[in-house]
């Protein structure tokens, strides 16, 4: 993370470490409610990671900071998995987390930039992100500001057509201040992204539609750390993407066995022993 006067970036070490901590923010908050979209949390949470605390810049302090690079979480009903890094990058206070889905929390189910701090877009109606992400790459371009704009999608928005319109726009005004990011990891409330309509080759459309694409391990941070850095570093003026394969709720090893982790119900036992499925992988 760069608050604008650094360019400090962490170890692998301690980035897994602050994954963990997204993980169990998130598992703390879903037990809260009993139930939750906490498998895209628990399988997100490494490029989260990668994403607050190596490549963004913000200023915790002031989330309207205007040199800030804009995260956009299309997904709103991953809002559970951004709260759970907004409270790791401390632009959350953490007692907040107990208020999580409650009446009068700034912590909705879906995410709303209304309630939130941190929370730049209400990602509702799925396919929407990236074309508001162009927007806001455009008038960045245009105050000549240096300020990027990431993108977090699903691979279930690449059924949208309107994703494709806007990658085609993105590529059209040569965007290179703007990343997508794919969290693919096939799963939507009806099945297997790749069974209701398959997207593959993902990298080879993405690189057709004139994006420079990447496609990594979205669980091995190494790997994130540098498709981020080729990203950044990347010098045509394109809009950059990287898609990233992710394990629905990585890290908690008898959820991620479940055929359906769209949504969790677990019995309420079940969260603490989530919890110390999870303290038990705990890096060191």
Known sequence: MSDGTDDARLSNVALAKRAYNIRRNALRMAAVQGQGYIGQALGVADVLAVSYFHALRYQPVDPQWEGRDRFLLS???????????????????EDELETYGSDGSRLPMSGMAAYTPGMEITGGSLGHGLGIGVGMALGLK??????????????????????????????????????AIVDFNNQQADGPSTRMLSAEPVQDKWAAFGWYAQRVDGNDIPAVVAAFDAARNHTGDQPRVIICDTRM????????TREVTHFVRVAPEEWDMALEALDAGRPQ
Not at 80 to 86: E, G, H, P, Q
Not at 147 to 161: Q, T, W, Y
């Open 249 to 256: 709720c990585k890290g908690v090893p008898f959820l991620e």
């Open 75 to 93: 997904i709103g009903h991953y809002a559970i998995a951004l709260y759970a890094a907004l409270i790791e990058a401390g632009i959350l206070p």
């Open 142 to 179: 245009r105050k000549q500001s240096d300020a990027r704009v990431f993108n977090l999608l699903s691979d279930g928005e690449l059924g949208e057509g309107s994703t494709w319109e806007a990658a085609m726009e993105a590529a059209h005004h040569r965007l290179d201040n703007l990343i």
